[in-house]
Structure formats: structure tokens, C-alpha cells
């Protein structure tokens, strides 16, 4: 959860979701953002993206992470305000959720987009100074 000044929260949006692309991208394994329509978000939400990853066991991208925006809307269920300045009247902050990456789906993807014909899997560049090796037989 992140809070935000209400000016700044879509190009915060932005930001997080790129977070999330950026581990993607550094493990080397094909993704997709979806930014959802108003009939597949949650009522609360006023932009939501999902990030996909390529699984090929289900030959399709599959949801990975989800990264919304609600505005004001929990933040006024909250109370939770804040005040640029002091003489400031306060003000509802923006509210941010983004859910990471889902640790399970993450090694699934690795596990077979990396797999190769003999079973053995290839370890992507940015783990092996983590996993001590370049392949996991």
C-alpha cells in the first residue's frame, strides 16, 4: 500500500507497475500488461494494470501482479488525511496497491520457460550469484 499526494497518484501508478515490469524484465521472462476495464476492476478502483507472465503449461499469459489506483476512496473510509502545508485545510490522501510479484508463480515461470529438452533447468543471469550455479538438474 502506498499513500500520495492526489496530484502525483496516477504517475505513482505508473511507477509501481514499472517496478514490478523491471523484476520481470531482469528475470528474463516474457510479460504482458493489461490495463483492465472498468468491468473487470474492483468497485473501489480507479485504474488497475495486471501483469502477466508467459506460462507455457497453459499456453497463455496468466496474472502475476496487480497494480491499482483508488484515488480517494480508501483513504476517506479510513480518515486518513494529510496537509502540504500547516495553514494547509487537510485533504484526503490517494491510495496505491501493488501486489508485488506472486512468489509461486514467479518460480513456476521460471521453472518453465527455462526448462530445457533434458529436464534441467537454466538458472536466469540474475540469480546466479543467489543460487551458486548456472542449472538446476
Not at 474492483?42 to 507472465?53: M, Q, R
Not at 507455457?56 to 484515488?71: A, D, G, L, M, R
Not at 496537509?83 to 501486489?99: E, R
Not at 513456476?108 to 533447468?121: P, T
Amino acid at each position: 500500500v502506498k499513500f500520495c499526494d492526489p496530484d502525483t497518484s496516477f504517475g505513482e501508478l505508473e511507477k509501481l507497475t514499472n517496478d514490478a515490469c523491471d523484476a520481470l524484465e531482469g528475470l528474463c521472462l516474457p510479460y504482458r500488461v493489461v490495463l483492465l476495464c472498468t468491468g473487470d476492476m474492483g468497485f473501489s478502483s480507479a485504474k488497475t494494470y495486471d501483469i502477466e507472465v508467459w506460462m507455457p503449461s497453459y499456453n497463455k499469459y496468466v496474472e502475476i501482479s496487480s497494480c491499482s489506483c483508488f484515488t480517494d476512496y480508501q483513504a476517506r473510509r479510513a480518515g486518513i488525511r494529510y496537509k502540504s502545508d500547516v495553514k494547509d485545510k487537510a485533504a484526503f490522501v490517494h491510495t496505491l496497491n501493488g501486489s508485488g510479484l506472486a512468489v509461486g508463480r514467479t518460480v513456476a515461470a521460471i521453472m518453465e520457460n527455462f526448462q530445457n529438452a533434458d529436464g534441467s533447468i537454466r538458472v536466469p543471469d540474475a540469480l546466479i550469484p543467489y543460487m551458486g550455479t548456472n542449472i538446476i538438474r
